[in-house]
């Protein structure tokens, strides 16, 4: 091989790692942005869950309070002198 050949295939190895050095660069860039995304998204996941924990509690006062009632209805029907209101 000559020089001239040597130069070329030496500018030529330089272009592909210019290449892939852009690429990589365009791929952490985007890695980047996907976990900034996917924290937002774990934040918002995080507050869902403590809102549907309250919700749950609320659901459990109302089937407490829907029992109680139910026992006092039927308990006014089968014995009306029993049940103060």
């Known amino acids: 091989m000559n020089k001239y050949e040597l130069k070329y295939i030496l500018e030529q190895q330089s272009s592909i790692v210019d ?24 934040t918002k996941i995080n507050n869902l869950t403590q ?3 309250t919700k749950n509690e609320e ?6 309070i829907i029992k109680s009632q139910s026992e ?3 308990a006014e029907y089968h014995f009306p002198e029993l049940v103060d209101n």
């Open 51 to 53: 809102v549907l924990g």
């Open 72 to 74: 006092k209805n039927l």
């Open 19 to 42: 290449r892939l050095t852009d690429s990589l660069g365009k791929q952490s860039t985007h890695i980047q942005e996907l976990w900034t995304e996917i924290g937002l998204k774990n």
């Open 59 to 64: 659901i459990i006062k109302l089937k407490n």
